[in-house]
């Protein structure tokens, strides 16, 4: 049986991957069956994108409070309880009785959806820097997955059997894989540290003073996630318009193609482990790039639409696994704090790139979504090459 470093099989690997899809999973599960849900509880579809944004909410604060968890507690112990307790919140939201239940589950399954990125660092520990980026690799490409299929798998489920049934398989999934990680994790009662809870939150902003690159992968993270987000948020509007009149099924065949940020990402990760991270951040910046100059141009022929959302996708992957990566390699001791930091500034980055995006549909098209999204590589570009460039 192949090994990595610190012991990690092949096997273990594929399976903490496959927990990163699944959780990660919960959060748009509820997407492609809003208009039932919002029958089922006698609400306006509009209600159901409160759904979201408190699913949103959820994940905001987990990121904050329960990622650097893993800094204090035993890593092998909060992911196999945090773990449990998703699939505990699916539960609620399969057995909610009326709507204000629903919506508060969806909080609780947005804050419990955090698990992988308690469980992105500890693999980067285990591997140790020789295999950190080819490991943050595979985990970042089962996160991916997991995210993209979410709601194929739901709208499927939900054609033929009751959108309820979706928040039942979903937790036994997760109980599944809760039991095997219970019995795969090596076992270590270690802490990462004598700090408590408090004074490690307390410690968050001075570790995003001292450490420079961490500041530098927070702020490309931002930008490319941003961009990223402008594109997805607004595709539907653009592919519905009289340029396709194509409908939502035609997007979900269109996501497919983003499979290939999921299939680049191991790859990506092999890379970051013989090639500057830097580098390998630049050239996904100039892959979202030359994809945003090629959506305004010709957004309207299908081939470059496709070959758009590949390098869109492949060029994302690229900036999250060696900026994820450059992060983790500044000290074991602090890496789920340091995840904490890029994480969100990652997803306040999608968060703003939708709300952009959205609302520059409204206000100029599609022409008004692409100059966004270029504006948004524009000061991706320039704090990569000015802002930051004594740290290359």
């Given at each position: 049986m192949e090994k990595h470093s610190n012991g990690l099989t092949k096997q273990f690997v594929l399976l903490l991957a496959i927990t990163c899809g699944v959780v990660?999973?919960?959060?748009?599960?509820?997407?492609?069956?809003?208009?039932?849900?919002?029958?089922?509880?006698?609400?306006?579809?509009s209600a159901i994108g409160s759904i979201t944004m408190l699913t949103q909410v959820g994940y905001a604060l987990g990121l904050l409070f329960i990622v650097p968890l893993g800094d204090v507690l035993n890593k092998r112990r909060l992911i196999i309880t945090m773990a449990g307790l998703s699939s505990v919140s699916l539960l609620s939201a399969f057995a909610a009785p009326n709507f204000q239940v629903f919506i508060f589950s969806a909080f609780l399954i947005g804050l419990l959806s955090v698990v992988p990125q308690i469980i992105i660092p500890y693999g980067a520990v285990l591997a140790g820097p020789e295999k950190r980026g080819q490991i943050m690799g595979k985990l970042?490409?089962?996160?991916?997955?997991?995210?993209?299929?979410?709601?194929?798998?739901?709208?499927?489920?939900?054609?033929?059997?009751?959108?309820r049934s979706i928040y039942l398989i979903a937790p036994l999934m997760i109980i599944l894989l809760t039991?095997?990680?219970?019995?795969?994790?090596?076992?270590?009662?270690?802490?990462?540290?004598t700090l408590s809870y408090v004074a490690t939150l307390k410690s968050?902003?001075?570790?995003?003073?001292?450490?420079?690159?961490?500041?530098?992968?927070?702020?490309?993270?931002?930008?490319?996630?941003?961009?990223?987000?402008?594109?997805?948020?607004?595709?539907?509007?653009?592919?519905?318009?009289p340029v396709y009149n194509w409908g939502t099924f035609a997007a979900g065949v269109l996501a497919i193609f983003g499979l290939s940020g999921a299939v680049a990402a191991p790859i990506v990760g092999k890379l970051s482990d013989k090639y500057a991270q830097r580098t390998i951040v630049w050239l996904g910046v100039l892959m979202q790039t030359s994809s945003f100059i090629i959506l305004h141009f010709f957004a309207a022929h299908i081939v470059p639409l496709v070959l758009s959302i590949i390098l869109l996708d492949i060029g994302n992957q690229f900036g999250q696994v060696a900026n994820q990566t450059r992060v983790q390699n500044l000290g074991e001791q602090v890496s789920n704090r340091n995840n904490t930091v890029f994480m969100f500034?990652?997803?306040?980055?999608?968060?703003?790139?939708?709300?952009?995006?959205?609302?520059?549909?409204?206000?100029?098209?599609?022409?008004?979504?692409?100059?966004?999204?270029?504006a948004f590589q524009a000061c991706a570009i320039i704090f990569h090459l000015f802002v930051f460039r004594k740290q290359s």
């Open positions: 990660v999973a919960n959060m748009y599960y509820v997407q492609p069956i809003g208009t039932q849900v919002a029958e089922s509880f006698h609400v306006s579809t970042l490409s089962g996160l991916l997955v997991g995210i993209l299929l979410s709601r194929t798998f739901s709208g499927i489920i939900a054609s033929f059997l009751p959108w039991v095997l990680l219970a019995i795969k994790m090596p076992k270590d009662s270690s802490k990462n540290t968050i902003p001075l570790l995003v003073k001292k450490q420079k690159v961490l500041r530098e992968a927070a702020v490309s993270g931002f930008f490319m996630f941003g961009t990223f987000s402008i594109f997805w948020s607004t595709l539907i509007f653009y592919i519905s318009s500034s990652y997803f306040i980055g999608g968060a703003v790139g939708s709300f952009l995006g959205t609302t520059m549909w409204g206000i100029a098209n599609w022409p008004g979504v692409t100059l966004t999204a270029l």
